[in-house]
Nanobody, 121 residues
């Protein structure tokens, strides 16, 4: 099981930037295991929604609402993942969750504890 510890977040004004990070331990790096890191956003009173993902090969995917504003990355040397968030708006307010999926020979899904992001007008 992968352990995920998140950090970052906080309060920022509209148009500002924040960087979220998550530290991983227990990731298996093997040819028969695909690791996919994702970020999700849960706005107040709403369900958790996909924001961005990055696979072990570096392929990235973004929700339409964050394309061009957010950037996901993964540092395999440090086992840390990041979500750089720019041009933030009040709609970006909520709790952000980091997730690590392992697929293939190992099947697991591990979530971080969540981190609050508040964007003020």
């Amino acid at each position: 099981q992968v352990n995920v510890v998140q950090s970052g977040g906080g309060l920022v004004q509209t148009g500002g930037s924040l960087r979220l990070s998550c530290a991983f331990s227990g990731i298996i790096f093997r040819d028969d295991v695909i690791n996919i890191m994702s970020w999700y956003h849960q706005a107040p009173g709403k369900r958790r929604e996909f924001v961005a993902s990055i696979s072990g090969g570096g392929s990235t995917h973004y929700a339409d609402s964050v394309k061009g504003r957010f950037a996901i990355s993964f540092d395999s040397a440090e086992n840390r993942g990041y979500l750089q968030m720019n041009t933030l708006t009040p709609d970006d307010t909520g709790v952000y969750y980091c997730k690590m999926d392992q697929r293939g020979a190992i099947q697991s899904a591990s979530w971080g504890q969540g981190t609050q992001v508040t964007v003020s007008i």
